[in-house]
């Protein structure tokens, strides 16, 4: 089998590496902004001048790998690539929020109609299953409700410990927690992404990311977590969905609650059903960890779920 | 497709009307010590005076699910039943412990050889993904560790909070909690004989219940949980496993930790590879609970994974 990978930045260089696991798939191409490069190597060299369509169109795939960043104006290049990708029964595998948070619907009918597999474990919780929790729990869920940003979570965490925002937010930066433009973590706007994705899967809805009501950590004020903290409070940023309303909130979280000891750059997501109420805790972020999403994906498409 | 439901007490009756989410199988019988029961139907009634294995040659069915009770002796007659079934092709779906944690490697090869599908996520945490989640968790991992046994974790809860032992345990008999005979909870057997399941599925190994080192917490003294309590840490009853050494023992856990927060009768799973550290919590009992462990596996089964 070949697959063609996109982007190849962190993500997509630790996926070039653990690909190799998979002795029946060859890496045939990786395509950047700046063109396909034939076959793999460490160092990116460009040996066609081409657009991520035209590198498909060339390479013939059987899978493509999805780890180019966020495009939230339309989702572009990523989204007519999956849908000319799906339509040829090619399977696609992303980490790539943005198409799934503005065009879920067009992407998973195309997928359906073409019996072509999509895989975007990464998109949420990166390595920690969330998306692919729902292939294995099937049934009617009634809430699911999590942190899904390491960024505001760390921020909250550290202002908890006695920082105030700006030096929390200085020290994500530092620690590489925060982007230097840290405006989407901050502000909500990156787990609206994600809980809208997530809400799409666990409801079987077609929302987007415009109809998710958020709100972010952005300059926050430390008396306001102080004074909580001595009523045994934690504040988190806590994003939920019960199918219908889709939210991001900074909410109070007591003690008893699974969220509570949910600390620093750690993610978790609470699933709530009337059978059970289940909680899933790990790693948000990082290269190895979307990448070891991406690679769960692959796992499950090569039909290697038997145990 | 026909189901032949071993067992009828509480988790059975459960999973006979879960079934019904699935249009296309039919519950052709119900097979219990009584004898086999043809069709459905609420009351038990014994239709034919025959064995597990007799029922299993008159119904023919494409799977069994097996809720019949534990026995511990020799996993009959359920490892037996297994063995024919996985043979012929049936698939085999199961909530008993027994006989995976004395016979794991003679099963799961029967399962391989003839390409029958094999569940088993009810046998360890009842409905929360343990067994499951290494269907979508692929690679390497160096350790597992969990809090496996309602029963203890609620009596070292409870003492935790000032009870002591006896009335601890008394309590949890009154709630259900606790069996009347509570010696193999109590003792550690029931953790040693889940960790012994998964240590088999997250290591690829061939254990038995024989290989697990285990301890339990009978007549525990509550100035020990008073004592450390005063130092932040709690004594939880943690069942451990990397692959070789595998074991049930009373251990401290301080706050930091994500098996802390693990209360009453909630149970808890720590998945650790170089990757990431994920922790899944949920509960690990309860009649629907364990029946929804089985209607995931029916889920896997029938192939309806696609999100």
Known sequence: MKALLCGFGNVGRAFAEMIESFPDITLSGVVTRKGLMLGKNREFKTHREVSVLEAFHEIKPDIIVDTMSANYKDGEPSYSLYLSALNEGTAVITVNKAPLSLHYSEIVNASKKHNAFL????????????????????????????????????????MYEGLDYDNALREAQEKGYAERDPELDVNGFDAAAKITILTNVF????????????????????????????????????????????????????ENEPLYSVDYVTNALEIISEIQNITIIGPGAGPKNAAYGALSDLHIFRGKMML
Chains 1, 2 share one sequence.
């Open 203 to 254: 409801f079987n809805t077609s929302k987007t990311i415009k109809d998710v009501k958020f709100e972010g950590i952005k300059g926050i004020n430390s008396s306001l977590i102080k004074e909580k903290k001595e009523k045994g409070i934690k504040m988190k940023l806590v994003a939920k969905s019960n199918g219908k309303d889709v939210s991001v909130t900074l909410s109070e979280i007591n």
């Open 119 to 158: 895989g975007f474990q990464g998109t949420v919780m990166s390595g920690t299953p969330s998306i692919n929790l729902r292939r294995i729990m099937p049934g009617q869920i009634s809430q699911i409700k999590g942190i899904l940003n390491g960024t505001t979570n760390y921020i909250l965490t550290r």
